[in-house]
């Protein structure tokens, strides 16, 4: 089993920052990608941005220049560095951790979600 616990989300007014951070748990042998992605009401879940192993990022274009991915795998959390946000960044965020869990002599590949976190950003 993996848990995912996410924290950091807000409100806050155009232009403002916020740093979202989730923390992966568990029976974990090896991450192989951690990523944030959001959906607003109405509207499909969409990638924000995520980052591999081997530091490979994708940004959403909507987010390049704004926000920031990194990750500390020392503590297998993911951070959502936002800044400049702007009304259209409202929406529930979640986290999202692929890898490889370890059950005794067997290895499981996984993906789990975070539970969602608001971010609400006011003009």
């Known amino acids: 089993q993996v848990q995912l616990v996410e924290s950091g989300g807000g409100w806050v007014q155009t232009g403002g920052s916020l740093r979202l951070s989730c923390a992966a748990s568990?029976?974990?042998?090896?991450?192989?990608?951690m990523g944030w992605y959001r959906q607003a009401p109405g509207k499909q879940r969409e990638l924000v941005a995520s980052v591999t192993t081997g530091e490979s990022t994708i940004y959403a274009n909507s987010v390049k220049g704004r926000f920031t991915i990194s990750t500390d795998y020392t503590k297998n959390t993911v951070y959502l560095h936002m800044s400049s946000l702007k009304p259209e960044d409202t929406a529930v965020y979640y986290c999202?951790?692929?890898?490889?869990?370890?059950?005794?002599?067997?290895?499981?590949?996984?993906?789990?979600w975070g539970q969602g976190t608001q971010v609400t950003v006011s003009s």
């Open positions: 568990g029976r974990i042998f090896s991450i192989k990608t």
């Open positions: 999202n951790v692929v890898g490889m869990a370890i059950n005794g002599a067997v290895y499981d590949e996984f993906e789990y």
